[in-house]
């Protein structure tokens, strides 16, 4: 197994979970707000993050795919399990783990879009400085990265280290 560099610590995830939370709470006082989360990368952002929305919120899940290598997104995305509520009228966070390409949620959000919701926001842990191929417009951002891979806080490679408490990159041939 390859050795793996911290990059962003536990304490300063939770850090900016705690900001970020603090916004969102702010934003959507007195509003109806579905938080959806992108599985299974946002899985501990959507768990950690929430905890600090101090609002009624109601969770729903989707689930995506994107054909293609395990490190670069292709652009095809199959819809693997799909919300289980109606959104029309409903104000709507999408969580992400990580923006890369954008591809992924920019496909995401015109699919959500056609069913009429009141509004629609993003919020990621993670994205990948200048190198989106689609404009993506993040409400709440939390860390800018440069274009490696990185794994832990939900991230995978090739299906591990997503339980990792704090965020990492891979040295080395991670086969070894
Ligand atoms: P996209 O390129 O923005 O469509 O990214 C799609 C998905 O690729 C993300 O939601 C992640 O699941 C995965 N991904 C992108 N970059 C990384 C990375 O550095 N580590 C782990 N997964 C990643
Ligand atoms: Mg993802």
């Known amino acids: 197994m390859g050795t793996i560099s911290t990059l962003i610590s536990e304490a300063e995830i939770q850090q900016k979970l705690t900001e970020m939370g603090a916004a969102i709470t702010a934003d959507y006082e007195g509003k109806d707000l579905l938080v959806v989360g992108v599985l299974k ?6 768990a950690d993050l929430s905890r600090h ?12 795919s994107s054909y293609g290598a395990s490190t670069q997104s292709s652009g095809v995305v199959r819809i693997l399990k799909d919300l289980d509520q109606e959104i029309a009228g409903k104000h709507i966070l999408i969580i992400e ?12 959000i015109k699919s959500l879009k056609v069913r009429k919701p009141a509004s629609i926001e993003i919020a990621t842990l993670l994205w990948k400085e200048g190198i989106q191929r689609v404009p993506i417009d993040v409400k709440y951002p939390g860390f800018s ?15 591990k280290y997503r339980n990792l408490p704090y965020i990492g990159v891979l ?3 991670p086969e070894d």
């Open 41 to 46: 990368g946002a899985f501990m952002v959507m």
């Open 53 to 64: 929305i101090d609002l009624p919120v109601e969770f729903d899940f989707m689930a995506v």
């Open 97 to 108: 783990d990580i923006i890369d390409s954008g591809l992924t949620l920019s496909y995401l």
């Open 145 to 159: 990265i440069g274009p490696e891979f990185v794994v832990g806080y939900g991230l995978d490679y090739a299906g």
């Open 171 to 173: 040295e080395g041939n």
